[in-house]
């Protein structure tokens, strides 16, 4: 499988293999008496006929000589050769001898490798994220120039163990990803946020994406990416501060609100607050997230807030009302979004208070809304809300009752009343105890 060749001291073939001719392309008559000088790259003359040279003038065979070939039809390839000095009977040299091997294709893939290591470093020099090569061991075999960010030149990392500047309370995870990529040549990308210490003591936080580089099925290191977020961090804080503040000026305003309803009809001020816990039950039971049951709850308390509008005398008759007092009754879901539209809030509360009146079928009021035009929460709301007022004493008659209150939401769900919430409910009730409080 080795070409093995022979030459006289003119470099002229007088022995080829069969090895030799298939690299070559020629025949074996073809090549015996022809010259290196024929098949051998110009640029590349001066070197092979020292080597010959050096052979020649030391008898010592020459350990590796790395040359280009142009074959027969005109294919250069690479070819790495041992060559020793050929010597007759009496010691004379009479030429030389030598093992080739093609190693053009070997070539070819280091080629392709600096190339991509020159892509590779080209785009790492570039990045304004810290980009790090990192060995089984930890230590920093390359870092780009990006890491000046944490006020430390490249140079001075390349050997350092990675996990050194790490945050004490970040360092399991980093640990725990690192043991992950050098375990397993499959292992998926690994994501984390990683705060790492700048040099004057200060930290900064990272997104920081790991994956291992994979050669031939052995783990060779692992590649780090890490983009500085500190100041978007510094701004998520920032708005959730922002975010507390409005939360708290918004429940500040509504406690305003439940305090002067609560001074004309104490009645509605007791209901809001049951409807409000049950509504919140309702949605999680439902698997809703705990912003949106947050919003649910804080519409709840003042949901019947537009009653402030309505005669202190109206909301208290202790009969039933009259088709016209009942009429200024129905206006209470407009004047609570009136009241409500302005302020700014995180969640729909104007919406929800406009809404919890609605019916699926477009027999509620005030907008005769159906189906899709009705949000989520005002669906809920609307569920807990006949369920406490049927459930409670009223000043014009006493309680239904709870088990009036399920039969009305059971009969009427999917046709008044959100199937989902109502099956929720009433799984509250029938299944877990739940109790208005």
């Keep these: 499988q080795e070409g093995y060749f022979e030459v006289n001291l003119k470099g002229n073939y007088t022995f080829v293999n069969d090895t030799v001719c298939r690299v070559m392309g020629c025949k074996r008559e073809e090549l015996i008496g022809m010259n290196n000088q024929q098949y051998t790259d110009k640029d590349e003359l001066k070197k092979v006929y020292q080597a010959y040279h050096d052979v020649y003038a030391t008898g010592n065979p020459n350990k590796e000589l790395v040359w280009t070939i142009t074959s027969k039809d005109g294919t250069r390839k690479h070819i790495e050769g041992f060559i020793s000095l050929l010597k007759d009977s009496s010691g004379r040299p009479v030429g030389f001898r030598g093992i080739a091997h093609d190693i053009t294709e070997r070539v070819r893939i280091k080629q392709k490798l600096r190339e991509e290591e020159q892509r590779f470093r080209a785009f790492a020099e570039q990045s304004s994220d810290i980009i790090i090569m990192v060995n089984k061991d930890g230590a920093i075999t390359y870092e780009n120039p990006a890491v000046g960010i944490l006020g430390i030149p490249p140079d001075d990392r390349i050997g350092a163990n990675v996990f050194e500047r790490v945050h004490p309370e970040d360092l399991k995870l980093v640990t725990d990803s690192f043991q992950q990529l050098f375990s397993d040549a499959n292992a998926p990308v690994q994501k984390a946020e990683v705060r790492i210490a700048h040099a004057d003591g200060s930290w900064r936080t990272f997104e920081a994406m790991g994956s291992n580089l994979v050669h031939e099925g052995a783990i060779q290191a692992a590649i780090v990416n890490l983009r500085d977020i500190t100041e978007r961090k510094y701004s998520e804080e920032r708005l959730q501060k922002t975010l507390e503040s409005l939360k708290k000026a918004v429940g500040t305003t509504i ?77 209470h879901p407009q004047s609570g979004y009136d009241m409500l539209k302005d302020v700014e809030s995180p969640w729909p509360l104007a919406q929800i208070v406009h809404q919890h009146h609605e019916r699926l079928d477009g027999t509620g009021y005030p907008c005769n809304l159906k189906n899709g035009d009705i949000i989520m929460e005002a669906r809920i709301m609307a569920v807990a809300d006949v369920v406490a007022a049927m459930a409670s004493h009223r000043p014009y008659r006493a309680s239904l009752g709870i088990e009036a209150a399920l039969e009305e939401i059971e009969k009427n769900k999917g046709i008044l009343y959100d199937e989902t919430a109502a099956d929720a409910c009433l799984k509250l009730f029938k299944e877990k105890g739940y109790q208005l409080i």
């Design 255 to 331: 406690q305003v609100l439940v305090s002067a309803l609560e001074s004309r009809d104490p009645y509605t001020a007791g209901h809001q607050s049951r409807s409000a816990n049950l509504a919140c039950a309702i949605a999680e039971e439902m698997g809703l997230d705990e912003d949106t049951i947050e919003g649910i709850h804080m519409a709840g308390v003042i949901h019947d807030i537009g009653k402030l509008s309505i005669p202190a005398e109206i909301l208290s008759k202790p009969t039933k009302l009259t088709n016209i007092e009942f009429s200024l009754i129905k206006v």
